[in-house]
């Protein structure tokens, strides 16, 4: 017992001495630049929805949770940059693109290229109850990241309106893997009552930390799948 004690412990020291790199690794998040796109953020609202009176849309929504999941995603040790929000899915996306190539982790002045990109919408429908979880991807090699993406985030509605391959304009530009989410349907009203009414302490929406908790996971279970569970070493 005491053998395994010490060598536990001389395990941890090692560990601490190398700041922590052992762990790091492990995490299939640290190190990866991670791009977001706040879906309809260039003066669009994207689907709406009214709950008492009070007008809720897509757009907001979107930075909500990008806003979130940016803080979540810093804290596994991700670069996360936010595309500015522009017009044209087009001009996000290249904006995207431009900011992961400022990075220059090895210091060999070469920019860097986006791990991976999501746009975060939330969809919309007629029928002001249904509900159901859909991600959209371009390209063959979107698919892995979309197909994680949909796991970890249909427990949002448990309905799963699976993977749509469209002309989305997320991928084809500057060839990066990318995916859309469309979480649930922002004009359920039941989600949309909850988005306004369920908060936390600080004032959060309980509703958009579950869905940056879910966003995490997807791109966490993709990466690992990628890359033997490890993250880019430091």
Excluded: W
Aim: aromatic fraction near 6%.
């Amino acid at each position: 017992m005491r053998k395994i004690i010490f060598t536990f412990a001389a395990f941890v020291l090692l560990a601490t001495m190398a700041g922590g790199t052992v762990f790091a690794t492990d995490n299939p998040l640290h190190g990866k630049i991670i791009a977001l796109d706040a879906g309809h953020g260039g003066g669009e609202t994207g689907a709406t929805n009214v709950i008492d009176g009070v007008l809720i849309t897509e757009a907001e929504v979107n930075l909500s949770v990008v806003n979130a999941l940016k803080l979540k995603l810093e804290g596994q040790q991700a670069y996360v940059i936010v595309a500015d929000q522009l017009a044209t899915r087009r001009e996000r996306v290249n904006d995207a693109i431009a900011k992961c190539a400022a990075f220059d982790l090895n210091n060999d002045g070469v920019g860097d290229k986006c791990d991976a990109l999501v746009s975060v919408h939330h969809n919309g429908s007629t029928n002001h109850g249904y509900d159901g979880t859909l991600v959209i991807y371009n390209e063959k090699k979107d698919k892995p990241l979309a197909e994680k993406m949909l796991a970890a985030l249909t427990p949002l509605t448990g309905n799963s309106d699976g993977l749509e391959n469209g002309g989305y304009g997320m991928t084809v530009y500057g060839n990066l893997v990318s995916v859309i989410t469309e979480a649930y349907y922002i004009t359920n009203d039941a989600k949309a009552s909850r988005y306004l009414s369920d908060l936390n302490a600080d004032g959060t929406s309980k509703l958009v930390i579950e869905e940056a908790d879910a966003q995490v996971k997807g791109l966490s279970d993709y990466f690992a799948s990628q890359t033997g569970g490890k993250g880019r070493s430091k």
